[in-house]
């Protein structure tokens, strides 16, 4: 059975346009099936659309969850790209 | 098709203005790794589409492993169509995705940044029909 893992972050910017652009390019690189959690709403980290459709800002607490052969990578670079991207002026 | 070739994108638009902004946005939003071309406008410079501009687009996006073009209204719709039936060297393959404009540009460049092939691409351009942003 594939591994499942998953972590969660409080972000410290609003999930924007071009961060959630660069983290569907960044999960599409995993074969393992990536997805983000806000609140009730949850996306496929791959689909942009969906990600940005999520509509997550500041101080909101997002859990990244993987699941595949590469969860445990698909989630650590999610999660640096989520704390990278979202600081303020990203 | 060379190791890290992308598909290419090309936005078709009765305005320039809109082709040129759509396509800024969609670049970096995906990081500017992708040929997101647009192609608005007649030929004169007027509210229109253009064979030959969008016919030079799908050339300059092209890297090897395709291209998707996405239409912003009916029309562009007849004009892409009618130069994929009467060009014969246009690089392969060429798909039109049917797509709402700015949500389809964005989907589609970041899934070819994110190294999907044509059939991914046109997927994701396509599947934007059904995100909803509110």
Redesign the interface.
Known sequence: MPARYEQAITLTGDLH??P???L??????FSSAVSLTAGTSSADA?????V??LGATSGQQVTVAAQGPDAEEAVAAILAILAEATRVGA | MSLDARVGIVLVSHSAELAEGTAALAAQISGGTVAVIPAGGTDEGQLGTSAAKVQRAVKLADSGAGVVILPDLGSAVLTVRALLGEADDLPTPVELADAPFVEGAVAATVAAAGGGDIEAVFAAAEEARHARKV
């Open positions: 346009a071009r959630a652009g660069a569907a390019v960044a999960a599409a690189k791959k689909s942009v659309l969906g940005m459709g």
